[in-house]
């Protein structure tokens, strides 16, 4: 409850509130809250600061993903590529003929395809589609449907071009001609 003040003059007594408190009285408040204000301030300027530099952070994570990403695809690429290099030594080996003969040609194709299959096992993938195996639609693509009693149902009866796969992960379908 505000104060009760007689006035000099004899007067009704005046009471005080916050805004006929004289001056001595309310300095303090304003100091008080200058001080808490440039506290504000500086926890607001420590805040923004803060996270200007977890901004920063961020995007130089970012961009330190995105180069880590590329440089391991180019070592997997250069990886594949170090393991492929000997067959295409020997396939250039072979075009140079020279005196061979054909079953010397054919030996030579049939030990490169040899080492390619070696080098595909090697990073994990498996070739697939053979006559005479159950087709699955999921990894396989009939182009071709032929009746042969010789076979059972839904039996691959040709391979056009056989399939790969990596794991679960189908690289390319086997193209086929199914049976029956």
């Known amino acids: 409850m505000p104060k009760k003040k007689n006035d000099p003059e004899g007067n009704e007594p005046v009471r005080e509130t916050p805004q006929t408190e004289p001056a001595a009285k309310q300095a303090p408040t304003h100091k008080h809250a200058d001080e808490k204000a440039a506290e504000l301030e500086k926890k607001l300027a420590e805040q923004k600061d803060a996270f200007l530099r977890l901004a920063a952070e961020y995007d130089n994570y970012r961009k330190r993903s995105v180069r880590e990403k590329e440089e391991a695809y180019a070592n997997a690429k250069a990886g594949v590529l170090k393991e492929l290099l000997p067959v295409i030594d020997n396939l250039q080996r072979a075009e140079l003929k020279g ?8 030996k030579g194709v049939e030990m490169i395809l040899a080492q390619f299959a070696e ?6 993938i498996e070739c697939f589609g053979e006559p005479g195996d159950k087709f699955d639609p999921h990894c396989c693509e009939a182009v071709l449907h032929v009746e042969d009693k010789a076979l059972g149902e839904n039996t691959v009866a040709a391979v056009f071009s056989k399939g790969y796969k990596m794991g679960e992960r189908v690289i390319r379908s086997a193209c ?3 049976a029956n």
């Open 99 to 106: 005196e061979q003969g054909v079953l010397d040609y054919q």
């Open 119 to 124: 080098v595909l096992k090697k990073l994990g």
């Open 176 to 178: 086929v001609s199914v």
